[in-house]
């Protein structure tokens, strides 16, 4: 028995080694005293699925965050709406200075549409440091492709000899050295823009970097060629299957054909890279509703998950399972509590069991003000018919005294008699709620899912004839019904 326990404490011993930090990243920000920065990473280069590595609140004397990778890892800072990627490798400590910033441009400009990058200033860096590199390599790619545009595009008469000029340059000035992560870098980096400027065919492309090989699941470089290789290649169709036939397969759950027939194509024939592809595709045909139904998709991926023998595929279906359902219909919707007008906090379980009619404005945008002069016209109509129904507005203006003076101070405030909160400058709510642009609406039913994928707005007649009220087969009359004259 003693020895057992040994085992196991040893076991977990080095399970907790493998998992303590390697990597720090520590800094000072000019004018962001009080906000929390957030380190990410993607789970995945086909769901990317954000994965919050670690958090702090930015002090005084800066933050410091940390993680642990294996590998050479593609990594972002975000603060609120801004953020910004880079490299980070296994045992380094990084110093990073982010300068003064206006934080209010996400209320001048949508940023999601035109993003503003968190400015983020590396210190103490060596010279050969991995970002370094691939920043110098990215520009020198940029700068040839730019003075060399007419060759490369592809409404002229694109030409490979300036492709190859390229290659020769960048094996001239990066020959390949110690770090191996820079070198896959350029080469897939190099070989997605031949792929992708049609330079070369996927057969010649497959063989030179897929065949023969185990897919590198933990380089972003690599799964981003691959699935740019392989991407509609399945789900709308191809030569040797027709994407009626796909989608047959699919909405009847014969899975066990769909894999077998994309297997066709030669270059799918091994189990392991024909599987990758299925799941790409799967996640390409839960978009094309036209000839896939997504429940249908959800159930495929769902059969593969249980019966292949890759743990990367298991992972990759789970993260893509994790997506859809975030924001489709039939998700949970996202649990809060936000502080009303009087300041008093409110959470959306205390509207348990009701129709949530969920808005997301801002009040000095235009819009906005029209879709809540929309809400104010019907509510006491609704009100008086429903009483399982609730108006939720969420008012993302950074400022609460904004929403205050709205309701309070404003003339008209007495007529917006509903359920209003203030957002209290948690980015990571909307981010859940997929709020990219103002106003946003979403209906939550009693169920607490989410109604619809895309919920109407009051102006498009939704608040006409609602979905929470009962309809009533009205007793229909006519001739015959009525035993004639």
Not at 34 to 52: A, C, H, P, W
């Amino acid at each position: 028995m003693k020895r057992i326990l040994l085992v196991l404490f040893l076991i977990a011993s080095v399970s907790v080694v493998a998992q303590t930090p390697n990597i720090t990243i520590k800094g000072k920000a000019a004018n962001a005293t009080g906000k929390e920065i957030e380190l990410y990473k993607y789970s995945d280069q086909l769901s990317r699925t954000e994965v919050l590595l670690d958090n702090s609140i930015i002090g005084a004397s800066g933050f410091e965050l940390k993680m642990y990778a294996k590998y050479t890892t593609l990594v972002f800072l975000q603060v609120e709406n801004y953020s910004q990627s880079f490299f980070v490798e296994p045992g380094r400590t990084y110093e990073v200075l982010i300068p003064k910033f206006d934080w209010s441009i996400d209320e001048k400009r949508n940023v999601h549409l035109s993003p503003e990058a968190l400015p983020v200033v590396f210190e103490n860096l060596p010279k050969d440091e991995v970002n370094l590199k691939i920043n110098d390599f990215d520009a020198m790619v940029d700068s040839f492709v730019s003075a060399n545009r007419y060759y490369f595009d592809q409404k002229f008469h694109p030409q490979r000899r300036y492709f190859d000029t390229l290659c020769a340059l960048t094996e001239k000035r990066y020959p390949d050295g110690k770090n191996a992560f820079f070198n896959r870098y350029k080469k897939f980096s190099l070989a997605e823009l031949k792929y992708k400027l049609s330079f070369d065919s996927r057969k010649n492309m497959y063989n030179k970097y897929i065949a023969n090989q185990s897919p590198l699941y933990y380089d972003e470089n690599y799964m981003s060629l691959f699935f740019t290789m392989f991407a509609n290649s399945i789900s709308s169709g191809n030569r040797y299957n027709n994407v009626h036939k796909l989608s047959r397969w699919v909405n009847n759950g014969s899975i066990g054909t769909y894999m077998d027939s994309i297997g066709l194509d030669p270059l799918l024939r091994n189990e392991q890279v024909r599987e990758l592809a299925a799941i790409q595709a799967l996640k390409e045909s839960f978009y094309k509703t036209k000839y896939y139904k997504r429940e249908k998709v959800v159930s495929a991926l769902e059969m593969i998950r249980s019966k292949t023998k890759f743990p990367e595929h298991r992972e990759l279906i789970k993260n893509l399972l994790a997506l859809f359902a975030q924001k489709g219909k039939g998700g949970d919707a996202a649990a809060f509590t936000l502080p009303d007008v009087d300041k008093k906090m409110v959470s959306l379980d205390s509207f348990k069991g009701k129709w949530i009619y969920l808005s997301f404005v801002r009040v000095g945008e235009p819009h906005s003000l029209k879709e809540i002069e929309t809400l104010a016209y019907f509510k006491d109509s609704i009100y008086a018919k429903s009483k399982n129904v609730e108006f939720v507005t969420i008012c993302c203006d950074r400022e609460f005294q904004k929403m205050y003076h709205f309701l309070r101070n404003n003339k008209k405030g007495s007529r917006y008699g509903w359920t209003w909160l203030h957002f209290n400058n948690n980015f990571k709510l909307l981010e859940r709620y997929g709020v990219v642009s103002f106003p946003t609406f979403l209906l939550i039913n009693p169920d607490g899912k989410l109604q619809y994928a895309i919920t109407p707005s009051p102006g498009s007649g939704l608040l006409v004839n609602p979905p929470w009220v009962e309809k009533k087969e009205s007793e229909k009359k006519g001739f015959f019904l009525n035993g004639g004259r």
